[in-house]
């Protein structure tokens, strides 16, 4: 889905954008970690 030379080359760039994908990826793997780094405070409370 997605390339190892995005990440790296825009990872600034696509900072908002990519870590909507990777969140929904990588919420469904590894749970929600993702989604602390978005909204911690949702999480939290």
Do not use: F, H, Q
Not at 9 to 32: E, K, M, P, S
Request: aromatic share 8%; hydrophobic share 40%; proline share 2%.
């Amino acid at each position: 889905m997605y390339d190892s030379r995005d990440i790296d080359c825009g990872t600034i760039v696509v900072n908002t954008d990519y870590i909507t994908v990777v969140n929904i990826l990588t919420w469904t793997a590894r749970g929600r970690w993702c989604l602390a780094i978005k909204m911690p405070e949702e999480v939290v409370s």
